[in-house]
């Protein structure tokens, strides 16, 4: 079992090796690909490159330690495990707590949410849609014709109901203003105005650049599937933390056997 559990470290750790490989090559390639690259792939470069740098080294310490059987890249390789175990627990924690808050409300008999502000958590609305990412995100929106691939011609009741809530918030005005469909993303105010006095009806645009982006739904809206993904995020740390939890313990083994083994090289007031 003893040299099993090296084994096993090292098999593991050539893995996340070449993943590590991998993304830190997409990212260095969304970096120089200029004319291929969209905004929102770019959006992932930096992330990429931290988490691809970081697995890097902490693979890199465990092929080390379980290679050469030195304990001291395997203490530094564990040290590190159990600071992303806690920093898995934390985030994880985290993501609980900035998305219990705010729902899209339903309209009864239209098949569309309309999004408010409401109560949703603090942090997301300050960080996640402050005026500097906001304006990353509507690129984003309109790069990819976002809005474009909703069919033009639907008969207003049909086009809410196949409406996503994203699509529902920044690809329409609210269904409050009381604008005239003419189809998926043109509108037309009524001579006498916007049914209610509300600052969504007076941002709609029908230029297919503007639309809602900036409306107050659209950025509800885009909380509300932010809060959605972080929740299936919280169940996938969940996962990876039962998964580093192993590998730490079998890490923990590896280090027991270099020690027994003698394969470590002793200094003075080292490890015994």
């Known amino acids: 079992m003893a040299r099993a559990s090296n084994i096993i470290i090292t098999i593991l750790n050539l893995l996340t090796l070449a993943l590590a490989i991998l993304a830190i090559g997409f990212s260095v390639w ?39 059987r030195l304990s001291f890249f395997m203490w530094t390789y564990l040290a590190l495990l159990f600071v992303m175990i806690v920093g898995l627990i934390c985030f994880t924690v985290f993501t609980i707590i900035v998305t219990n808050k705010g ?22 609305k300050k960080y996640v849609v402050n005026a500097e990412k906001w304006e990353e995100v509507k690129s984003c929106l309109v790069d990819i014709q976002f809005c474009q691939h909703i069919a033009a011609g639907k008969h207003p009741e049909f086009y ?30 009524p001579k006498t105005g916007p049914a209610v006095p509300d600052s969504d009806c007076r941002t709609w645009s029908n230029d297919q650049t503007q639309l809602c982006f900036d409306c107050q739904s659209c950025k509800t809206a885009f909380l509300d599937n932010i809060k ?22 079998i890490g923990c083994c590896a280090l027991r056997n270099n020690r027994r083994s003698g394969g470590y090289t002793k200094h003075r007031g080292g490890y015994a």
């Open 228 to 249: 959605k993904e972080w929740r299936t995020l919280a169940i996938i740390n969940t996962c990876i933390l039962v998964f580093v939890v192993i590998i730490y313990s």
């Open 30 to 68: 969304l970096q120089f690909h200029h004319g291929g690259s969209s905004l929102c792939q770019k959006v992932l470069q930096k992330p990429l490159l931290y988490v691809g740098l970081g697995l890097f080294v902490v693979s890199l310490l465990g092929l080390i330690g379980s290679c050469c």
């Open 103 to 124: 729902v899209g409300k339903a309209l009864s008999n239209k098949g569309v949410n309309d999004h408010r502000f409401g109560d949703y958590s603090g942090w997301l």
């Open 160 to 189: 809410q109901k196949g409406l996503s809530p994203v699509q529902s918030g920044c690809c329409k005005p609210p269904t409050y203003c009381g604008f005239q469909f003419q189809n998926a993303t043109y509108w037309i105010m």
